[in-house]
């Protein structure tokens, strides 16, 4: 489905351009990548008995064709163990996001999909429930170690309308990964919970 509907959003555009008079038969190639390189920890503090409280991170990166953007997350909660089911009650949300990170600070083997490092600072929006927002200031240094097989996957997706002909070609790869890493100095550990996918996509617009 995401596929059919890029292809006709690209349909759309390219219809409202040739709205005028009719032009020459043309076609043309519309190549896109991209990727993301992600990573969560969950982190659990004993407070009492039954009650602890559990942080969970959130990094992603995100390199595309024209550049590479990346966002950090961190959820707080307080929980208990009531009867056997944990109850948890939100004490914090924090959110960070770059629009760019330069390739000084990010590495990725998009080709193998064997590793990634990342070593960047980010402002996170901490929200607070009744609590009016902050902001602070955070490292992130987190390495990805691809693991398993590499599993690959595409399709091929057409579209017409009238002149018009699209005919759209994707290829994915994608592997489980080992994620390491530290906010600021602080260790948050080694988690499976973490992957590292590639994704080329070929549009090519034909038109009578």
């Known amino acids: 489905m995401r596929r059919i509907s890029l292809v006709m959003v690209i349909a759309g555009l390219v219809m409202g351009v040739l709205a005028g008079p009719a032009l020459a038969s043309s076609q043309v190639h519309h190549r ?88 960047a600072a980010y402002k996170l929006r901490v929200f607070r429930p009744g609590k009016p927002g902050r902001t602070i200031r955070v490292t992130i240094v987190a390495a990805w170690a691809g693991t398993g097989k590499l599993v690959h996957s595409g399709g091929i997706d057409n579209f017409h309308s009238g002149c018009l002909h699209f005919h759209d070609t994707f290829r994915d790869r994608h592997r489980a990964a080992t994620a390491t890493g530290s906010v600021s100095g602080k260790s948050l550990g080694s988690t499976k919970n973490a992957f590292l996918s590639a994704s080329t996509e070929v549009v090519v617009e034909h038109r009578c």
């Open 32 to 119: 896109f990548r991209s990727a993301a390189v992600v990573a969560v920890w969950h982190s659990k503090v004993r407070l009492s008995s039954g009650r602890f409280r559990l942080t969970t991170w959130f990094v992603g990166v995100f390199p595309s064709s024209g550049r590479t953007s990346s966002q950090v997350f961190r959820e707080v909660d307080k929980c208990q163990v009531v009867s056997g089911h944990r109850r948890c009650q939100l004490v914090s949300v924090s959110a960070g996001f770059r629009r760019s990170v330069p390739a000084a600070q990010f590495t990725f083997d998009a080709r193998r999909l064997e590793a990634a490092r990342l070593d």
